[in-house]
């Protein structure tokens, strides 16, 4: 129980100290800055409406998009589920648009994100940021289980190692948010009541992180200013200012 209790406070410790450095960011499910050449707002989205549901399931903010986005697989087609600004509702199948120079495929979803500076915002923002990645976890294991997932999506101290080696490339803030998912990722699998996750078995660490490139790249793509920085133009996944807030687009890696 110690080491769980450990791993979650060095997971909000780290996630704190990031919204004091770097800005506290918080994110919705209202549209901006669509790219008229993706696939979301060629379907018939425009900025102001609302991402309420995807497959099925509801959509409050950034973090749900992008899990539902990386339940779904890559290159699938989603339903999203849209909230126009009269109040009627609209349902699009969308497949993402392939991008041959990042070689990557992108739905074009784009949402507001604010920033906000301060002790109180740096607290709220590590305990939204933790709850959500605690329920990613959770919702990993559960499609794992059901077979949403194949076991391909895990990976061990191998996969780590290529994560850490590429968060370095992009900078430090990129290592202590890995570092802070890692910590919580371990805290989970410690309190799952299986053999084959609990700290018991030494093996344990090769169902350590559910990763793919997905991960890194939605890691990447705007979580601090330092990160939106490198992330690039692209239309499809970055961040772009609009008026004091920040919108932050979606595709597949």
């Known amino acids: 129980i110690a080491g769980v209790f450990n791993n979650f406070i060095l997971g909000f410790v780290l996630l704190f100290i990031m919204g004091l450095i770097y800005?506290?960011?918080?994110?919705?499910?209202?549209l901006t800055s669509l790219d008229e050449t993706y696939p979301l707002y060629q379907a018939g989205a425009r900025n102001g409406d609302k991402v309420v549901e995807i497959d099925g399931h509801k959509i409050k903010d950034f973090d749900d998009i992008q899990t539902?986005?990386?339940i779904a697989g890559e290159n699938s087609e989603i339903s999203v589920t849209i909230l126009k600004e009269d109040g009627t509702k609209n349902t699009y199948d969308i497949k993402p648009k392939y991008d041959e120079e990042s070689k990557s495929y992108y739905y074009g979803i784009s949402v507001k994100q604010t920033y906000e500076k301060g002790i109180i915002s740096s607290l709220?923002?590590?305990?939204?940021?933790?709850?959500?990645?605690?329920?990613?976890?959770?919702?990993?294991i559960i499609n794992l289980f059901n077979g949403k997932l194949g076991i391909n999506s895990l990976s061990g101290p191998v996969g780590i190692y290529s994560v850490v080696g590429e968060s370095i490339h992009h900078g430090l803030s990129y290592v202590v948010y890995?570092?802070?998912y890692l910590s919580i990722n371990v805290g989970v699998i410690n309190i799952l009541p299986f053999p084959a996750f609990d700290g018991g078995r030494p093996g344990r660490e090769d169902w350590l992180v559910w990763h793919s490139a997905w991960r890194i790249r939605l890691c990447a793509c705007g979580e601090h200013p330092a990160f939106a920085a490198d992330a690039g133009p692209h239309p499809g996944f970055g961040s772009a200012s609009h008026g004091g807030a920040e919108s932050r687009q979606i595709g597949r890696a």
């Open 178 to 180: 890995l570092i802070a």
């Open 23 to 30: 800005g506290a960011s918080f994110t919705t499910n209202e």
């Open 68 to 70: 539902r986005i990386a």
């Open 124 to 140: 709220k923002y590590a305990y939204t940021k933790f709850v959500s990645l605690f329920k990613q976890l959770i919702i990993i």
